[in-house]
């Protein structure tokens, strides 16, 4: 294990959004000092951080910069893996840019998981026109995804003929894609899981997300299943982790799909997650702390949950057409619910503006309440 990084270290996270400025929350927090590079000069993570570069992702002198840090993360997969390797050569960086790599691509994600022995959709990548071909109807109908830079449901298309899969592959401007059968989900759950090697690892109690237009709506946790299946999922993303010699805090997205409930690895992200937003408030530790502690080689903390719990996304939504304020107060009022709001300056249809937490006795009643509370929030 290599020396702890300990405070008043600078810590440099390559990226500014919700998850940097919660990140950097927890960072400052604990007594680390924090530089985030992000080109928006509105970045949420400015609001908490020492330094802000504002400068492009690629920018010379600003990574350079970030090199001077006693340790480096990031809050998103997009970022260029290249640059995530070369600062390694300078400082501790966490996740490795081999693992963001795998994580940004479909391709090599799926084949990595699968060569960690776990399951996925049956899949197929399509690089060119010619990789689609009758085999393919063993996998209709499906969903044709580009292989790179998709997220939130963008960048898929539903296809149920050879000849959509073809039209898809070229409205999808002829990028590798993979198709994907459509399964039978009766659930979607993710677990984060927190690495720093073999001797130290610890996950969260599996989250059940349910989408609206593709977004994350509400993440309930516990996921209402049974405890062997949420182990279960446990083990494979614990799994997973150990395959890519993970360092860092690292989500699984799972499929539970049919009768059998049999767990199907969707996609990961080496990063927090928005699925993890109720460890704030519903844990022992919160996955942001998580990132901080594995980045600097401390070990990951307890991960208990400490109540049932509901976490509900606002998006831009629930502002009004002429910008004003969604309606705080049942929220607010609410002795049991905790609103987090990300400081974003325009509040535009789908963009993740805030997220609140309800805690209740129960999963059932922490999602009823989670649902009650958001539908009170758009003024009309
Ligand atoms: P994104 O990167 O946009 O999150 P995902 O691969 O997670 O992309 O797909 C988005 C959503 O679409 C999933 O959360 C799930 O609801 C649905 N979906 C994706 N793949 C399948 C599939 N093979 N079968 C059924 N539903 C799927
Ligand atoms: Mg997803």
Redesign the pocket.
Known sequence: MSLPILPPAMLGILGGGQLGSMFTVAAKTMGYRVTVLDPDPNAPAARFADRHLCAPFDDAAALEEMAQCAAVTTEFENVNAQAMRDLARHTRVSPSGECVAVAQNRILEKARIRAAGLQT?PYQAIERSEDIQAACNDLLP??V?TATL???????IPVKTLQDVQAAFERLGGVPCVL????D?RS?ISVIVCRLDAQHIATFDPAE?H?EN?ILAYSIVPARLPEDLRNRAREIAVRLAEELDYVGVLAV?M?VVGDQQELLV??IAPRPHNSGHHTINACLSDQFQQQVRLMCALPPAATALLSPCCMGNILGDVWGDDGSEPDWQPLQNHPYSHLHQYGKTAARKGRKMGHFTVLADNADSAYQTARRLHALLKKD
């Open positions: 959709a499906g969903i995804k998709g997220y939130d449901g963008k960048g898929q994907e059968k459509r399964v989900l979607e997300n989408h593709g997205e499929f969707n996609e």
